[in-house]
């Protein structure tokens, strides 16, 4: 969401990528990018003067790799197992319905 979300968010565009941050994107890029992928992140990861150049070209690699699909898709996969044990739980249903609202209004945030 760092990367791919939009300032109503409630972070700073980029700011993981600046900090250097071992996210899900940035491990993702590591294990499914080629030799060239990963020495590019490397590069950009600890040369870079500028943090919006350095930003933009990660965020590039990520694109190249499909890192924001492969990103949704597992949180996603998150998402339905929280449904699955929302269902699997034995309380009221209302309560059940309270927190499915919840978690759809955490899975509708804009990224």
């Not at 490397?42 to 990103?71: A, C, G, M, R």
Request: glycine share 6%; no cysteine.
């Amino acid at each position: 969401m760092d990367v791919y979300g939009n300032e109503n968010f409630g972070k700073k565009i980029g700011g993981d990528i600046i900090e250097n941050k071992k996210t899900y994107l940035s491990i993702k890029a590591y294990q499914i990018g080629s030799k060239k992928d990963k020495k590019d992140l490397d590069y950009w990861k600890h040369n870079s003067t500028s943090p919006s150049e350095k930003v933009k070209k990660i965020t590039q690699i990520f694109n190249k790799l499909n890192i924001k699909k492969l990103t949704e898709k597992k949180i996603n996969l998150f998402f339905d197992g929280a449904y699955k044990k929302l269902d699997e739980l034995e309380f009221e249903e209302q309560k059940k319905d309270e927190l499915k609202k919840y978690l759809k209004l955490l899975l509708d945030r804009k990224i």
